[in-house]
């Protein structure tokens, strides 16, 4: 069974510009969640979508939003772009169930100049 | 605000000795426990979860939870080098609400 994906891997973004991060979940996966992860502040949860609804988001601004789509695929956007948003964004899915098992997608690295 | 504490290391173990990783919580209403393995530049791998107190065993990987004592840990046996890495821990209550991460213990197999 195919991982989960990601694109673009990498992204190259200048202050004040908008990206979007997409994601494919592992066939079968309906519950995909966004994490940002940082040296300083290691992993941090963004959101999580099921069935194309945000059931829950972390503690991030309203420059990071995200939808899925009917096959289960979810995209991220984040607009207006600040130095501190450079991270790898990781894309986990899961079935899901009460085990909250995920797998992790190869991530995408947005450096923002 | 939930918390996962680990102690960061770097933690150096000779190859073919056992390495022992350890991670409190702070929520008590925690249900599942994950162990990810993180290689620099790369992805989370789930190596390993538990939901029931006591120890699971999967190959040279245990994990053992005490959830009276908040504390979770993972033992690597037979350490070799493949295994240097840094090791997260997370943990999540259920629902929607995401895992919360540790910030990692970087892991050092010696040869």
């Known amino acids: 069974k195919a991982g989960v994906t990601q694109t673009p891997r990498y992204l190259i973004k200048t202050r004040g510009q908008q990206v979007t991060l997409s994601c494919s979940p592992i066939s079968g996966h309906r519950s995909v969640s966004w994490y940002q992860q940082t040296p300083g502040q290691g992993l941090q949860f963004l959101f999580e979508?099921?069935?194309?609804?945000?059931?829950n988001k972390g503690n991030f601004p309203g420059r990071f939003s995200g939808r899925q789509f009917s096959n289960s695929r979810s995209e991220m956007n984040v607009s207006t772009l600040e130095l501190g948003d450079s991270a790898l964004y990781l894309c986990a899915s899961s079935f899901p169930d009460s085990t909250d098992t995920q797998y992790f997608g190869p991530g995408t690295r947005l450096t923002v100049l | 605000q939930k918390e996962v504490e680990q102690n960061s290391g770097p933690l150096s173990v000779p190859e073919g000795a056992i390495a022992s990783l350890n991670c409190t919580y702070s929520?008590?209403?925690?249900?599942?426990f994950f162990w990810y393995r993180q290689y620099s530049g790369k992805s989370p791998e789930l190596i390993m979860f538990i939901y029931s107190n006591g120890d699971k065993e999967d190959g040279r990987f245990t994990a053992q939870l005490n959830k009276a004592s908040q504390y979770v840990s993972l033992l690597i046996r037979d350490s070799q080098p493949s295994d240097s890495a840094t090791y997260l821990c997370?943990?999540?209550?259920?629902?929607?609400?995401?895992?919360?991460f540790g910030k990692g213990t970087h892991l050092i197999i010696q040869p």
């Open positions: 979508y099921f069935s194309e609804t945000q059931r």
């Open positions: 997370a943990v999540s209550g259920g629902g929607a609400d995401g895992l919360t």
């Open positions: 929520d008590r209403g925690s249900q599942s």
